[in-house]
């Protein structure tokens, strides 16, 4: 290797491990992860997860080729009715879990293109938008899990 590539490549190297750390706490951690299994003809279904993020930031979308649409939705008991209804987008403090659960805020797969069985899998995919203006698409891998014992009211 030449003196001149060698500075190239440790002038790229460098380059990158500076780049590293703003990667890293842009990164978007997901867990708990899953959705639920359907039974035939069922054309929609609920998913759980938690997420936090290093930085604030808003997940204003979510995509999936396993359903025509996926939206965020809030349930709530008004008396003995349950209301759902459509939430645009969830917001992310810093260093703060958010959990969506059963009952509470979760995602709504609406329009799935098959049926869903327990231990399969269903990719996500989620925009997230940060303060300043930048988006970024995380994608999460959604076990398929049985709605009997996967629905968090274990």
């Known amino acids: 290797m030449t003196m001149q590539a060698r500075g190239t490549m ?3 190297l460098g380059a990158l491990a500076l780049a590293l750390p703003a990667a890293a706490a842009e990164t978007l951690a997901v ?3 899953r959705i639920l299994a359907t039974v035939p003809g069922q054309r929609v279904a609920a998913a759980y997860l938690t997420m936090e993020s290093p930085v604030a930031a808003r997940v204003v ?6 359903a025509a649409s996926v939206s965020f939705h809030r349930m709530s008991m008004d008396g003995e009715v349950m209301r759902m209804r459509r939430v645009d987008e969830l917001e992310l403090t810093a260093g703060r879990a958010l959990r969506l659960v059963p009952g509470g805020v979760h995602l709504m797969f609406t329009g799935l293109s098959q049926p869903l069985h327990p231990g ?12 300043g203006g930048a988006s970024r698409v995380v994608t999460v891998t959604l076990p398929v899990v049985d709605w009997r014992h996967g629905s968090g009211h274990e």
């Not at 979308?61 to 396993?66: C, E, K, L, V």
């Not at 399969?120 to 303060?131: C, D, F, K, N, Q």
């Open 31 to 33: 867990r708990d992860a």
């Open 10 to 12: 440790a002038a790229l």
């Open 61 to 66: 979308a979510a995509a999936s080729d396993a």
């Open 120 to 131: 399969g899998t269903v990719a996500l995919r989620l925009t997230v938008r940060e303060p």
